[in-house]
């Protein structure tokens, strides 16, 4: 019963969260210094033509009865047209650049996540060696070094210098897709993969000292196998936790590197839209980005009592 | 004997990156107008005339443009002792915003009644429901591009973490002996804040100022480097490394200094921080 609690007053907060995040956006709306009108009007059109066509548009009803109608149309992937161009509907941009953004953050997360596990497990069966020391180091750069740094650094040696790697996404590829998306996916994966190692490692030493492992010892259970199966095993559930929202961040903080790389994704979208402050553009991309992050929170939470016995009987 | 040892060691972090800052906040302040005063009468062009001494565009190092100019033929020296100076200004505005919301709300929050402080507190966590850049890109989007959007997108999600550091040292802090006893004389709880909880906090609060400024530059610097922070011409190291960038296949020596100089920034701030937050709260090492 506790546990039915628990997680309905998770899904709760999740809900209170959804509300929060498609009022702020509706709100930017509001407060944004042009609307559809004075967007369609044009710069020349008088106060009267702009009052005219905001009636028309029902712009000037209560926001109250609007925000409703933004959530419904919303819920409804209906999310306006772009102010500008061939006024094409953001839904089409939505689903034109979301795979992009989707794919590259799977890929960062997978990535991140496999070396991540094994670094920080490597680190922990060697505690205070060099092993570790390297590992620690490594990592304490990846948490710090930004990733617009590390971008141009990397593109410069592998590209200018090597030769190997292409510089950015390009239309017209010569090569797989994987050739292209090697460097960003590495780059979008630099600081979830030092955190996870960070984790990793810590939640390691901590198991190592429990008494279970001790008994595995005196059992003589081989060295590889206490370590994997009896520790890791143990020390994994808060690393996927971590793994749940680094993958929400990897989502909404593929910016940089699909601007760096020019690859067309939710992220370049974002950011050509602020450029030319194409509202309703902005206003789908934060909260699909947000929606999806929120989300993957909601069912980490979930999956967390199924994975651990212990989370779950302690609940129930 | 060991314990001293490693402290010592940690110490040493500790003064480099002090070291480095001071020398930073003297390059940010004197920086622009020393090197003016410098490179007079080489530029016909003196409407910007702080940061943008014009020579001639991607000259290389030498005795007069010590790290050369950039692709406009402006002194890198004096744009990065303009970057160092935003950076440091934005950093420094949205840590003070941030401690004075985080405090006051952490405070609301143990203190004021229940029906004030958990709604409070509610909505401090709801701010952690979703990341701080899409905060970010709504404020920009509604005031426009520039150091006070900025300032204020950072400042919006910068306070939550503070918030929650405070109420959760004040919590435990309000019932120690000499709150309880300060309290049992009859003192305001404006003055016990003031006179005994805050000073207790503040040693801890100055570190992990230190850790949340360098956050702030990194973010200030993602804006900028995205093009939807600080605008040109005004500096910024984040815009810097993307005009750098764009020419990398030719000019890539010109992505070094302002890297450099971001990275140490933040290296020196980690380590302040860390320094700090070693010697004020001891159990969390």
Known sequence: MALAKAISLRALFGVISLIFISLVTFLAGEMAPYDAATIEAGDKASVEQVQRIRHNLGLDRNWTIRYVEYLGKAAKGDFGNSYYGTKEPVRDIIARTLPMTATVALLAITLAAAVGIFLGTLAAVYQAKFVDRSVLTLSTLGVTIPNFVLAPLLVFFFNSKLGWLPTTWEVDRTASDFYYLLLPVAILAARPMALLTRLTRASMVDTLQQEFIRTAIAKGVPKFKRNIKHALRNAVLPVVTAIGTSFGVLLTGSFVVERAFLIPGLGSQAIDAMTQNNMPVIQACVLVTGVMFIALNLLVDFMLPILDPRIREAQI | ????????????????????????????????????????????????????????????????????????????????AGGARVSLMVGLIVQ????????????????????????????????????????????????????????????????????????????????????????????????????????????????????????????????????????????????????????????????????????????????????????????GQ
């Open chain 2, 96 to 283: 003070l915003i941030s401690l004075l919301v985080g405090i006051t709300v952490g405070m609301l929050a143990v203190f004021a009644p229940k029906w004030v402080a958990n709604p409070l507190m509610r909505f401090t966590d709801g701010m952690f429901a979703f990341p701080d850049i899409l905060l970010a890109i709504l404020v920009i989007a509604i005031m426009g591009q520039g150091v006070l959007p900025v300032v204020v997108a950072l400042s919006v999600s910068a306070w939550p973490s503070i918030a929650r550091l405070v109420r959760s040292q004040v919590v435990t802090l309000k019932d120690r002996e000499f709150v309880v006893a300060a309290k049992a004389t009859g003192a305001p709880t404006v003055y016990l804040v003031m006179k005994h909880i805050l000073p207790q906090l503040s040693g801890l609060l100055m570190a992990v100022s230190m850790l949340e400024i360098a956050g702030t530059i990194l973010s200030e610097s993602t804006l900028s480097f995205l093009g939807i922070g600080v605008q040109a011409p005004n500096p910024s190291w984040g815009s810097m490394i993307n005009n750098a960038r764009t020419e990398m296949t030719s000019y890539a020596e010109w992505l070094i200094a302002p890297c450099l100089i971001l990275s140490m920034t933040v290296f020196a701030l980690n380590f302040v921080g860390d320094g700090l937050r070693n010697r004020f709260d001891p159990k």
């Open chain 2, 1 to 80: 004997m060991a314990g001293g040892v490693v402290k010592r060691k940690r110490d040493i972090f500790l003064w480099l990156g002090l070291g480095f800052l001071i020398a930073l906040l003297l390059f940010a302040v004197f920086g622009p107008a020393v090197r003016t005063a410098m490179l007079k009468g080489t530029s016909p062009d003196l409407k910007n005339a702080v940061i943008d001494q014009a020579g001639k565009p991607h000259l290389s190092p030498n005795a007069q443009f010590w790290l050369g100019t950039d692709e406009q033929g402006r002194d890198i020296v004096s744009r990065l």
